[in-house]
């Protein structure tokens, strides 16, 4: 069975810092990997996906990437901003059609 | 943009009733789902369904049933809402040929007292 791990649980940076949220996952046999990202008490908004056969993925300053053997991903932001606030979930999609969801990494960027 | 709506933001019911969540997309995608999050548990995935009519149990079916009667909507039900079934609803969508392209509802926090 799949698990998904996220550390650290909590992030708590100063504004302009870059930083990297870490994620992962105890079966490499994935179809691909998602960054969301959640607003307290608001849906998931998905930041990047990366496929199986990719290594990374870039949007704006986000960068994510993903090692299938070691089973681990990360995602790096870059200069961050208050506005980044917010709980960062990864999620490993199976052959089985299904999502299988870390516990998030809450991150909060202080002005 | 891919819009997925949800009935009630917030909800109060008591132990005993029967619920209904409603989820509806915008998109034409086959694929609905609903999951329940919770602190320290993360999300899990309740029910899936991959067309109209069609259905399939997730990790956690116990106390839930569904209906998709029309393909833009699916319906969550709680037959006999319980405490401990207090949580974060989210529904999701995808395309067919991208089961794993999910778009995200607002959520419903549903209290059961």
């Known amino acids: 069975k799949q698990e998904v791990t996220q550390i650290p649980a909590a992030l708590s940076v100063p504004e302009g810092e870059n930083l990297v949220l870490n994620c992962s996952f105890t079966d490499s046999a994935i179809y691909n990997l998602q960054w969301f990202r959640q607003d307290p008490g608001k849906g998931l908004t998905s930041l990047l996906l990366i496929q199986s056969s990719q290594r990374e993925q870039t949007s704006g300053r986000l960068n994510a990437s993903l090692d299938k053997s070691s089973g681990r991903s990360t995602l790096y932001i870059a200069a961050s901003q208050p506005g980044d606030s917010a709980t960062y979930l990864c999620?490993?999609?199976?052959?089985?059609?299904?999502?299988?969801f870390g516990k998030g990494t809450l991150l909060t960027v202080n002005p | 943009d891919v819009k997925v709506t949800q009935s009630s933001r917030y909800l109060v019911k008591r132990t005993g009733e029967k619920v209904f969540l409603e989820c509806v997309q915008d998109?034409?995608?086959?694929?609905m789902f609903w999951y329940r999050q919770d602190p320290g548990l993360g999300l899990r995935l309740i029910y899936f369904s991959y067309d109209v009519k069609m259905k399939e149990k997730g990790d956690i079916p116990e106390g839930y049933s569904v209906s998709r009667e029309k393909k833009e909507r699916f319906s969550l039900i709680l037959e006999s809402a319980s405490t401990n079934q207090t949580s974060m609803y989210l529904c999701a969508s995808s395309p067919l040929l991208d089961l794993y392209e999910q778009y995200f509802g607002p959520g419903t926090r549903l209290t059961v007292t």
């Open positions: 999620a490993v999609g199976g052959s089985n059609y299904k999502l299988t």
């Open positions: 998109m034409d995608h086959e694929n």
